[in-house]
């Protein structure tokens, strides 16, 4: 019992229960001794009187709160069931933890659930850590367990145990699961695959629904994982223990029969399943007694599909396959063969010849039909030597069946066992180590118990006896190594329960030697252990139940079970009659046969014995108890040889809902799976350990004397015995300092007096501080609040004397304007009579002035046709003379010319064809006088007209002016008249111009609604318009984020396909390495090393696929065009250069197809085929038009030259030059003309260049045809490389070339020099040799990187070499003839290198930072003094038996992450590699430790605080000013850190209120739902001042995240495998000659000849 102090008033304390089984209740008063009762408020609130006999009788105290959640059971101050109950129940439904330590156990609990925490991101966070730094997880344990085999070369063991239902066989697969994929290296190879694929067959034929389980093993299983000596995994092997058979005949109510009979019902429908002649599971005998068919959530025809692809992984045949299927086929026929019964007494018994289900079974397993029948329904006996058939009753033939049919099974199921051993066994060696896991059935026990349950349990009485003893052995080391005077602990030993089932005349001997009787029963049986155990020895194990005579009861470690003696010794026979054996055997049946005949074999029967008739023989002496005695002493062999890890898995409720928990089931379990005992073994000695470094920080205020870190154990030695005064309750070992159960509570009580008593001190202190501050504070606003009073008093006096001298000019103001509107209304008024007054007489003058402007209007019209008329005249006349001196002057021309061309003859000889011009320049003057005649007819006649028209314009005038004068004056009345008719009209128009102005108004309004409603529509149209443009700019921007996310995506998988292609060749290459030292060793002869670096074959790179892959995954962009840009240039490009991005990937296909031998399709070809009639046509054409562009140049070049003598003689002799003119106007013409034709002839030429592009083999023919070859035009500046020089160049370029002498060239050096060489070749025309060279450095730069595999420099400095020489060479290519597109190929491995080179620099750096990323980032601290303990958070308090972790040199801090990626970036700095491949670097190692970091913390509790976090945060600070100190955040460096931030944030806010929650859930964008519970339910404060997270909060938090759209993965921890694609930007280096070239003398390389 702990000490009587700790029951002060407000201690919690545990008193028992019978629904809850524990509650929890505070004192409300302290206990003194000798008090009867305890007053106790519990939980609910209810107060109660707890009765106290004596201080042994004392309730169970609780832990302290900091212990709350812990995820070590044994790390409890208090160890007992309660506790542990109450813990488990925290973990489980408050934090939703499912794994908790208990020393060396591991506890499981099954969350019913589908929790994302199995996914190979956990894997990777799990692989390399300490079980002690990390939550609890299955793989931890494996972790463990491999780590320790790798390390100590020792076999180890995992064993799992608990319930049916508790999730054993889940635990066993996630655990294969995490060896395959360490063991594998994260690359499933055959064998892990292999082992993966064993599950689901075993599950098929081993596992059933139970009452308690849908998915029950109803077999144990080891499976041992062998290993290598690199730790892969090399084989396995399986051994399997106990199947019970029974349950194939016979299921309880709510349970199936195995998956794999409702797995072929399911898919009986499968044409290849048709045969088996199946039918639905309720009409089978074997499957319908349980009266369950289907699992909810299972799908039988998948389930199927999957195990038959398990047997194709593991090399079953699938016709062997269909024989498996037939036989279980067969049983299911066999069970609904109808025995009927006869005789009189119903002795006898037969089975009809047309029974449609026997003749199934006998057709499919190839059996006689007849013969079966038989020996179903008789047996033969030996009587006297002779040989007898007796016939069986009913019940003896349908037991005989069920028999046969439990034996056929269990021959299959140990058939498929050994096939799956073979398949699994190693292939690569000797197994140089293992790790076995345990996956057998916990301890059982029901309502009725038998034959099963009984070996059940006893295979647990062994399995706790070895446990308990490894716990033990494991406490005393523990002691041993702490150098502690200690005691033997005791603990039960369950040896006498085991000496009764096993010892000498125990419980298995005699149910054997009853089995050898010739009538043993049951009862029989039972008798003789009632006389052993009971009568004769009583044991203390055994008992006999007080109403039955046909059961007894044994008293396990667990609990007390009764067994059901009925069906004991047939379980235990386990027979089947030889005559049925015998039918078997001579089965037509390949498998069958092979299945009975192994029997003859096997010395022992795994599954039963065979009776035949003779007695002697009758029954073998193995029976399935001795077998299985035999099998679980191997099994306690090889565990006790081995290292065992536990894991116990606990089943929380029997109605399989999802984070029920049932304490009642709980405690059961934890009882039976020997939890509990680890507890109490601990308990008996020191349960609770400190280190000397924790003790210190956390009781620091408890210690006397100075006080310092480094003489913590010191100070420790000396405080703690004035502290506990027993020196039993505590023991100082050499690094840790121990306590019995209790004292830590102890401590916890008088470090939170002794911080009580300080914080009264304290607070007296500030609160007079506070008195004194808050008198000043008054006395302060008492002065102030006077001073604004009087400020305020005159303040006021002066307003009222400001209101009234306001007041005085406001009225004289207001007055003034009263007199200043009425004067202005007067004036307004007169200048409004004023104007109208004026608009009148205005008015009337411009009447006036109308009708005067009207009649001088009339006057100068006429005045002005006066004038016309008479200008015509005149002008009539003058071009009438003009003509006549004309006409004068041409008949004097006239004669002149004809006197001329009389004398000019020898004119017309030289000038042949002009009289024909001459007499066309005659016609066209005959036709001139004629149409001059004509004229001057027509201008007669227009003369006469005029003077006749004129004449009669005479005679009305002088008609006019007579009237004129004749006219009398108008009269007054007249004029009257007219002016009433003007009133009346300027009235009239007056209304009518009032209607319209007033229509005009409202027309006006409403030109102004429509105008307004114009604008709402376009505003409305305006918008919409926006709204559209940002839509579909919305749309295109996704779209094009979504194109970009998945080429990035493309490009991932590309890069992760060369990185796979390049382990791959990495172990070719280490084959083919051993098989060559084999070679060596056998007697070859060695070859030089410079020999076999020369004539290496090139990399299979450059005939890979990865090699062939489309463009769009190459990481350079601008190397070849993406389909992208191909469809671009299609559409915005002229047609040359459309035909030409077309045909280059054309060209590329068809060489591939070349290279893979592949035919082409018809279309194609066809499509090839008109192409080439095409270029025939047109290189035709072309021939045909370039000669007759020759022959019209020709002839247009004498014509000129004619013309050009012609003109010169012309303008020497001055003659003619009207006709030379107008000829060289025609020559002129007919130049335009040729040069249209020419620009036409050279499209043509540039179409003929295309196809000869396209079809360069016509073109070769056709220059092969040609006579005259042009020559390659020379270039300048190149290197020459000889072909018996290249290996030298390799060797001393690249593969021998010293690391300090590579160092020190220029960047890119090798690599221009290489370039020239292959340019060199290329303009030479020599392909072979520019391909060889380019082969030969792709392989020495492959050779180069694999021997500095681990040096930064030297691959940073080949990744700058490939890149340059990448870049010149596709620089070069297209400036070539097309002849160089042949270096495609090699551009294409040079891309691959390129990556293979940046995928090994970050790799480097990767490995450097792996082990230094979580002790730096989490655990250093930087900022000194803050979390008040320098210890290493690694070293917190370990688990029960784990080894304690040296301190191997100084831990690393962010100083050491930060010195890996300076020496990175001085790398890349040096050889000048381009900054957006420096941020692509950066951006990947960086997330590397954001996620390597984050997902740490997610798993560790002692980090999840306020004061960790702002280390954290500083770290990480350090860690962006380095980048952004060197310009790394653009590539996006800087944001991948961004998740760890937030959750660092999320340390160091508040977390109470709901408005915290919701500024908590804004700010955590970049986190996970799952991340930010996960990080709030692992908050853990490490002080006082905290306070731990309350479930209340935590519930607002899930509700607000779930309303918010997270489009971060559901997985807990992120991928620190994910691989970010690279882009290689193209950048070529400027064009450098040889002669430009410096080269140092110390490569060697002089041999070079400059051209």
Same mark, same amino acid.
């Given at each position: ?22 509650? %929890? ?45 812990? +995820? ?8 007992? $069931? ?57 793989? *931890? ?57 064993? +599950? ?91 009266? #369950? ?139 140089? %180590? ?17 034959? #099963? ?15 308990? @003893? ?10 041993? =190594? ?107 049946? &390949? ?43 191997? /099994? ?6 081995? !290292? ?20 009642k089931r709980t405690v059961q379990q934890l009882r039976a799976c020997g939890v509990l005992e680890t507890i109490r073994i601990s308990a008996a000695g020191f349960p609770s350990r400190w280190t000397y470094e924790e003790f210190f920080s956390r009781y620091r205020v408890l210690l006397r004397g100075p006080q310092s870190l480094e003489q913590a154990q010191a100070s420790c030695q000396r405080t703690l015995p004035q502290i506990i005064s027993d020196p039993d309750q505590y023991c100082f070992g050499k690094t840790k300092v121990f306590f019995r159960a209790g004292q830590v509570a102890l401590l916890e009580r008088l470090r939170a007096e002794r911080l009580r008593e300080a914080a009264v001190v304290i607070q007296s202190r500030v609160r007079g501080w506070l008195s004194r501050i808050r008198f000043t504070r008054v006395l302060w606003a008492t002065v102030t609040i006077q001073r604004y009073s009087r400020g305020a008093l005159a303040r006021r006096l002066a307003l009222t004397l400001r209101y009234t001298k306001a007041a005085l000019v406001i009225q004289k103001m207001y007055r003034m304007v009263v007199v200043r509107q009425l004067f202005l209304m007067i004036r307004q008024a007169t200048i409004t009579i004023q104007a109208f007054t004026r608009g009148t007489l205005a008015r009337r003058t411009y009447r006036q002035l109308v009708a005067e402007r009207a009649t001088v209007l009339l006057q100068a019209r006429v005045r002005g046709w006066l004038a016309r008329r008479a200008y015509r005249r005149v002008r009539a006349a003058v071009v009438f003379m003009q003509c006549c001196v004309r006409r004068r002057a041409a008949r004097r021309r006239l004669l002149k010319l004809k006197s001329e061309a009389r004398s000019v003859e020898r004119y017309r000889e030289l000038n042949t064809g002009m009289e024909v011009k001459v007499m066309q320049l005659q016609l066209r003057a005959d036709q001139e006088a004629r149409e001059r005649a004509a004229l001057k007819e027509t201008l007669h006649a227009e003369r006469e007209a005029a003077s006749a028209e004129l004449e009669a314009l ?25 002016? #009433? ?23 006006? =309004? ?22 559209? $443009? ?6 295109? *921007? ?31 290459? +280490? ?15 060695? !070859? ?25 995954? %190459? ?12 469809? @671009? ?92 003119? &107008? ?19 050279? *499209? ?53 070339? @010293?690391?300090?002498?590579? /160092? ?45 595999? +681990? ?69 250093? &601290? ?77 798993? =560790? ?6 004061? =960790? ?28 850190? &961004? ?85 290689? /930007? ?10 430009? /070239? ?14």
């Open positions: 019992m702990a000490t009587l102090e700790l029951y002060s008033k407000g201690a919690g304390v545990w008193i028992p229960d019978p629904d809850e089984v524990w509650v %929890s209740a505070q004192l409300l008063q302290d206990y003194t001794p000798g008090e009867k009762h305890l007053l106790l408020q519990l939980s609910n609130g209810k107060e109660m009187h707890y009765p106290v006999g004596s201080p042994a009788d004392l309730p169970l105290l609780g832990n302290p709160d900091i212990l709350e959640g812990e +995820n070590d059971l044994t790390a409890l101050s208090f160890l007992h $069931e309660p506790a542990v109950l109450h813990n488990l129940r925290v973990r489980f439904l408050d934090y939703n933890s499912i794994y908790t330590y208990c020393g060396i156990v591991l506890v499981a609990i099954n969350p019913y659930d589908q929790l994302h925490i199995y996914g190979e991101e956990v894997i990777d966070a799990y692989s390399g850590q300490d079980m002690a730094d990390i939550e609890p997880h299955i793989f *931890s344990v494996a972790e463990e367990a491999y780590r320790t085999m790798t390390r100590e070369e020792k076999n180890q063991s995992i064993i799992i145990s608990g319930e049916s239902g508790s999730g054993k066989t889940v635990s066993a697969k996630f655990t294969m699961r995490y060896f395959a994929v360490v063991g594998g290296a994260a690359k499933q190879t055959s064998v892990e695959e292999r082992v993966l694929a064993s +599950n689901p067959i075993m599950e098929s034929i081993g596992n059933a629904k139970t009452t308690r389980n849908d998915n029950s093993s109803r077999f144990g299983k080891y499976i041992e994982i062998g290993f290598g000596r690199k730790g892969d995994i090399i084989g396995a092997k399986m051994r399997t223990y106990l199947l019970e058979k029974s349950r194939v005949v016979f299921q309880a109510s709510s349970e199936r029969n195995y998956h794999i009979f409702y797995q072929l019902c399911a898919s009986r429908e499968l044409p290849e399943m048709r045969s088996l002649k199946l039918d639905a599971p309720e009409n089978f005998r074997y499957t319908n007694q349980g009266g #369950e068919m289907q699992i909810p959530g299972a799908d039988d025809v998948l389930d199927l599909e999957r195990t038959r692809n398990a047997f194709t992984i593991l090399g079953v045949q699938p016709d062997q396959q269909m024989e498996l299927f037939r036989i279980l086929s067969a049983i299911l026929h066999l069970g609904n063969a109808k025995i009927q019964a006869s005789g009189r007494s119903s002795d006898k018994s037969y089975i009809d010849a047309d029974d449609r289900s026997l003749a199934v079974f006998s057709q499919l397993l190839g059996v006689e039909g007849p013969q079966m029948a038989h020996w179903l329904c008789h047996r033969r006996l030996a009587v006297g030597g002779e040989m007898l058939v007796k016939p069986r009753s009913g019940q003896q033939a349908t037991e005989a069946r069920d028999a046969l049919a439990k034996h056929i099974y269990g021959q299959l199921f140990t058939w498929t066992v050994q096939r799956l051993n073979s398949a699994l066994r190693s292939q690569r060696g000797q197994t140089r %180590s293992f790790i076995g896991v345990l996956d057998i059935y916990g301890f059982e026990t029901f309502d009725r118990n038998s034959f #099963e349950q009984f070996c059940i349990n006893y295979a647990n009485e062994k399995l706790q006896q070895q446990f308990n @003893r490894h716990v033990f052995h494991l406490e005393q080391e523990e002691y041993v =190594r702490e150098e502690l005077a200690w005691s033997k602990i005791e603990f039960s030993d369950n040896q006498q329960c085991i000496n009764l089932v096993e010892g000498q005349l125990g419980l298995f001997d005699l149910l054997d030697e009853e089995c050898r009787m010739p009538k043993g029963s049951d009862e029989s049986w039972v008798r003789k252990l009632y006389d052993q155990h009971l009568s004769s020895k009583p044991h203390p194990h055994f008992q006999k139940p007080r109403m039955s005579n046909s059961a007894f009861i044994v008293l396990h470690f667990a609990d007390l079970v009764q067994y059901e003696c009925e069906g004991f010794l047939n379980k235990n026979r386990d027979t089947v009659y030889e005559e049925l054996v015998n039918i078997m055997k001579a089965s037509q049946s &390949e498998l069958v046969a092979e299945l009975f005949q192994q029997q003859e074999n096997v010395p022992s029967v795994a599954n039963g014995s065979v009776r035949s008739g003779k007695r002697a023989t009758r029954e073998h002496r193995l029976t399935v108890g001795f077998q299985f005695r035999q099998s679980l002493q191997m /099994l306690m062999d090889t565990l006790n040889s081995t !290292t065992p890890h536990y894991v116990r898995c606990i089943k929380p409720n029997d109605l399989k809902e999802p984070f029920m928990f049932d304490p005479r005679l009305i005038i002088q008609r006019l002016e007579s009237q004129k004068h004749e006219r009398p004056p108008p009269c007054s009345d007249i004029s009257e008249k007219k002016e #009433e008719k003007r009133k009346r009209a300027e009235d009239k128009a007056a209304q009518e111009i009032l209607q319209l102005t007033q229509e005009l108004q409202t027309l006006q =309004r409403e030109k102004d609604d429509f105008s307004k409603e114009r604008e709402e529509l376009s505003a409305r149209l305006l918008e919409q318009e926006k709204a559209k $443009e940002e839509c579909v700019h919305q749309a295109v *921007s996704q779209a094009s984020a979504a194109l970009r996310v998945e080429l990035d995506e493309e490009r991932r998988k590309y890069q992760g396909l060369l990185r796979e292609f390049t382990r791959l060749e990495q172990r070719y290459d +280490n084959l083919r390495e051993m098989s060559l030292l084999t070679e060596r060793t056998s007697g070859h002869r060695r !070859t030089d090393s410079t020999q076999s670096q020369s004539f290496e074959p090139p990399s299979p790179t450059l005939l890979s696929p990865q090699s062939l892959t489309p463009l769009p995954l %190459s990481p350079f962009p601008f190397a070849f065009p993406s389909p992208e840009e191909v469809r @671009r240039v299609s559409v915005t490009s002229p047609c040359r250069e459309r035909t030409l991005s077309v045909c280059s990937s054309e060209t590329t296909m068809d060489s591939l197809m070349e290279k893979m031998d592949v035919a082409k399709d018809p279309a194609v070809k066809m499509r090839g085929e008109d192409l080439a009639h095409a270029y025939d046509a047109v290189r035709v054409a072309n021939k045909f038009l370039e000669s007759q562009l020759r022959n019209q140049r020709s002839q247009w070049e004498e014509e000129l030259e004619a013309l050009r003598n012609q003109a010169s003689s012309a303008s020497s002799s001055a003659s003619q030059p009207q006709e030379l003119q &107008e000829l060289l106007e025609a020559r002129e013409q007919e130049c335009v003309r040729l040069r249209r034709e020419l620009k036409e002839l050279r *499209s043509t030429v540039s179409l003929r260049r295309l196809l000869t592009q396209v079809f360069p083999s016509a073109l070769t023919a056709e220059s092969s045809s040609c006579p005259f070859q042009p020559k390659p035009a020379a270039v300048c500046g190149l290197l020459e490389c000889r072909k018996r020089d290249e290996a030298k160049l390799m060797k001393n370029l690249i593969t021998d070339i @010293r690391v300090d002498t590579a /160092l020190s060239l220029p960047p890119g050096l090798p690599a221009i020099v290489l370039s020239l060489c292959v340019r060199q070749a290329d303009c030479s025309r020599d392909q072979t040799h520019a391909r060889s060279l380019c082969s030969a450095a792709v392989t020495a730069v492959k050779a180069a990187l694999k021997k500095h595999n +681990n040096n930064i420099d030297v691959t940073a400095l080949w990744l700058k070499n490939v890149c340059v020489l990448h870049d010149l060479l596709t620089q070069h290519s297209p400036k070539q003839t097309l002849d160089s597109t042949e270096l495609a190929p090699m551009i294409h491995a040079l891309s691959d290198l390129c990556i293979q080179a940046y995928q090994q620099l970050l790799s480097i750096t990767e490995t450097r930072l792996q082990n230094i990323i979580v002790p730096a980032m989490l655990e250093s &601290e930087t900022i000194p003094g803050l979390s008040g303990s320098a210890v290493k958070l690694g070293a917190s308090r370990k688990r029960a038996g784990s080894d304690p972790r040296t301190a191997a040199g100084v831990a690393p801090t962010i100083a050491s992450v930060l010195r890996e990626l300076g020496a990175l970036h001085a790398a890349m700095t040096h050889q000048a590699l381009p900054a957006p491949l420096m941020e692509q670097a950066f951006h990947q190692l960086t997330y590397l430790i954001s996620a390597s970091a984050l997902n740490s913390l997610l798993l =560790r509790k002692d980090v999840c605080c306020w004061n =960790r976090g702002m280390q954290i945060r500083y770290n990480v600070s350090l860690l962006e000013e380095w980048l952004r100190s060197r310009n790394l955040q653009a590539g996006g460096a800087v944001a991948t850190l &961004e998740p760890l931030i937030q959750a660092v944030q999320l340390l160091q806010t508040g977390k109470k209120t709901e408005a915290e929650a919701q500024a908590l859930v804004q700010t955590c964008s970049a986190l996970s739902s799952q991340q930010i519970v996960k990080i709030l339910t692992l908050y853990t404060p490490h002080s006082d001042l905290e306070e731990r997270v309350s479930l209340n909060f935590i519930r607002t938090v899930q509700g607000l995240l779930k309303g918010r759209s997270d489009s971060q993965p559901p997985q807990l921890l992120l991928d620190v495998r994910r691989v970010f694609p690279v882009t290689f /930007l193209y950048s070529p280096p400027t064009g450098l000659l040889a002669e430009q /070239l410096v080269i140092p003398d110390a490569l060697k390389i002089s041999f070079l000849r400059r051209v």
